[in-house]
Every structure is written in structure tokens, then in C-alpha cells.
């Protein structure tokens, strides 16, 4: 159980266009999705969260016209990269929240999208 | 959510057990220790979690330290695959993982 999946796995873009990345779990209900970013050697930093039918809630220091987070469905969340730049490029990740097997919410991971932006 | 403290990297041999430390001496009550660990270039893969008591199974096994401030993951017998990055992160329930630096461990052959 607790299958995500996202898509693409890897892009590469041009300077100034926008990318999709789309994040879905497939065997079960997300009421909340997390969205992570990772620069090469770093750490996952959260982005945003989002909860269904809601307007997401960003971490400080990201911008929210950039990042566009829509969380339509319980299966479905969608990351958009507006007016991509090369310092976008990065490793990003959906985490979307999900009941664990000892009843306790559980947080699970996607396989991430790699953005090159050129 | 309380705060982790990893070393930065380890070596394991292959076949060895390998043993990851993690503080979290600020950790509160209802706070669970959990293990996460990041293969390169791929999302982050759940390893176990626990409470307060000792968890184990086929991944892994979790000791928790009986005042809750530290714990140890422990591979039993560590594989080339498990090299990867081990991240142990602390959280209540609030469902925000907080990712620290983790620690990157290289199982040698």
C-alpha cells in the first residue's frame, strides 16, 4: 500500500516557461500534500502545504505566485513551476499525508521530479 | 516539532551491523522518532518509527534510549544498497516533517 507516484521524473526546460509536475496516490486518500525541494548535497526543504479544496500554505522565503500548488482532488496535487529560471533547478518531491498501518497519519513520498532549467 | 542531531557520515563494511545515531534531546512526550532514508536521485524511503519502546522489523531495528533523547538505528547487516543518506526526524503529530542533515552512510565492500 501507500503508492505515489509522480510525473514527469525528470524535465528539462527552457528559461522563462512554466512545467507541470504532477503528484498521485494511488491507493489511497490525501487530505494534505507536502511539497519538498532538495538542491544537490542538501537536505528536503518543505515548500508548501496544501489541503484539499484549500489554498496552500507556503514556507517562508517561497514565493506563492511562483509555486503554484493546486490540491483538486484527494489523489491528485499539481506543482507548477511559473516563469521557470535556471536556480529553480532542483529535485522536488510530493509528500502526501496518509494513514499509517498503527493508525497514526504518516507522511509518504513520491519518487520526485528533477527540473533542469536552461 | 523538536530538533535531530545526526554525525554527517559513516562507513560500514559490508555484512557488518551498522549503527546510526540520532539526538533528540529536546523531544517531547507524544513525539515519535522516525527513519527515513534518501537513495540517490530517488524520494525518501520509510524505514521504521516508534514511541518509546524498541521497534524492529525486516528493515531494520529502532532502540530508543529510556529518557527518549536518543536513539539508534541499527542495520543488522548492511548491504551495498544500503548506502544512502539516513534521516531520523521527530514529530507529534503537526505531519510537517522537518528534514535535518541526515547522515550519509557508505556500506564498503
New interface residues.
Partial sequence: GAV?S?HPSRVICKSGTSVKIECRSLDFQAT?M?W?RQFPKK????MA?SNEGSKATYEQGVEKDKFLINHASLTLSTLTVTSAHPEDSS?Y?C?P?GLGEKG?????????T?LTVT | DAKTTQPTSMDCAEGRAANLPCNHSTISGNEYVYWYRQIHSQGPQYIIHGLKNNETNEMASLIITEDRKSSTLILPHATLRDTAVYYCIVNSGTYKYIFGTGTRLKVLA
Avoid at chain 1, 537536505?43 to 518543505?46: A, N, V, Y
Fill in positions: 505515489v509522480q494534505t507536502f519538498y537536505s528536503l526543504m518543505l502545504t529535485f518531491i509528500s499525508l497514526l497519519y504518516e507522511q509518504y513520498f513520491g519518487p520526485g528533477r
